[in-house]
């Protein structure tokens, strides 16, 4: 079995088909699964078979986590994330023997996992939800840090819902010069760090933001006033030097690093946001509603282009 974390007195690890018995046991307690939605399990077999065909971890590296205390090894209950596909969204949730209620161990568990989800897997933030009337679920959620968002139905049950950000994430305005190591990783590979300082860097209406992680600089965008012929507007920025750190890419920080820049120019009254990208990044900047227009075109030493944009108005 994996390990995930511990804490002072507890420690999560992955499901194993031993647990059977005890996610049999706990939801036969209509306590336990008072504002759930669950159902209890018909038998421990019918347990066994939800373990067999568990295959979160395989699919989000991440899921629901037995825990256990450390001492004893005893199950206490679960805690963990979860990942819904449909609203790309992750959530923190629990569940304990009844025993084991008022002992801390849902706070201590859950903010372990939310730990663990933001240093270890870089989530952006983290959702959870309780029934309304679930008071001392609430206290958990808030003892953990998340903060009340709204109210609604969730799973056809009346619900608060809650959020907490990656404390480790920020994102904030830097000079030109901070940018060019990490354009130099990314953008200039094996070229001298003078190729990365641009055209415009430098200009007052030019800003640069960077994405730090731990106060730690892993990606840079810059964002100058530059019209291109092929538009119409009178305000337009063009993006320039969008670059996340090779060992941070595929965990969402440039759709932070690219909705902050948005944010900001519509502050400014900025109509339209054009760039030019290369052939590979297409996918992640259609994903963020930009549109190609025009054909490819080749830029020298570099690759494939197309040109980008945006309509930041409507």
């Known amino acids: 079995m994996k390990h995930i974390c511990e804490t002072e007195r507890l420690y999560l690890r992955e499901f ?95 903010l372990a996992s939310i730990n663990y989800g933001f240093d270890v897997l870089k989530l952006k933030e983290i959702y959870a939800h309780a029934h309304i009337d679930n008071f001392a679920s609430h206290k958990v959620i808030e003892k953990c840090g998340l903060k009340f968002i709204d109210q609604a139905n969730y799973d056809g049950m009346p619900a608060k819902l809650y959020k907490i950000k990656n404390p480790y994430i920020t994102i904030k305005q830097i000079p030109s010069t901070k940018t060019y190591l990490v354009r130099q990783l990314v953008l200039r590979v094996e070229k001298p760090i003078e190729d990365c300082e641009f055209d415009g860097d430098d200009l007052e209406t030019t800003f640069h933001l960077g994405l730090y992680l731990k106060n730690e600089l892993i990606g840079v965008a810059t964002f100058l006033e530059n019209k291109n012929k092929l538009f119409n507007h009178q305000k337009q920025i063009q993006l320039r030097g969008m670059a996340i750190l090779k060992k941070e890419q595929g965990f969402g920080f440039g759709d932070l690093l690219l909705k902050k820049g948005e944010t900001i120019l519509k502050e400014k009254g900025t109509e339209l946001l054009w760039f030019n990208a290369r052939e590979k990044a297409i996918g992640f900047y259609k994903k963020n509603s930009y549109e190609i227009l025009g054909k490819s075109f080749n830029i020298p030493h570099i690759g494939l282009h197309y040109t980008m944009y945006k309509h930041l108005n409507q």
């Open 16 to 110: 194993t088909i031993e647990d059977s018995i005890h996610f049999y046991r706990m939801n036969l307690d209509q306590e336990v699964i008072k504002y759930t939605g669950d159902a209890a399990f018909n038998s421990e077999t019918e347990a066994k078979l939800f373990l067999i065909n568990y295959n979160q971890y395989k699919l989000h590296k991440m899921g629901r986590w037995a825990v256990c205390e450390k001492q004893t090894n005893e199950f206490l209950g679960w805690c963990g994330l979860k990942y819904h596909p449909n609203d790309d969204l992750v959530e923190v949730s629990y569940r304990f023997y009844k025993k084991h209620w008022n002992k801390g161990y849902a706070t201590e568990s859950a």
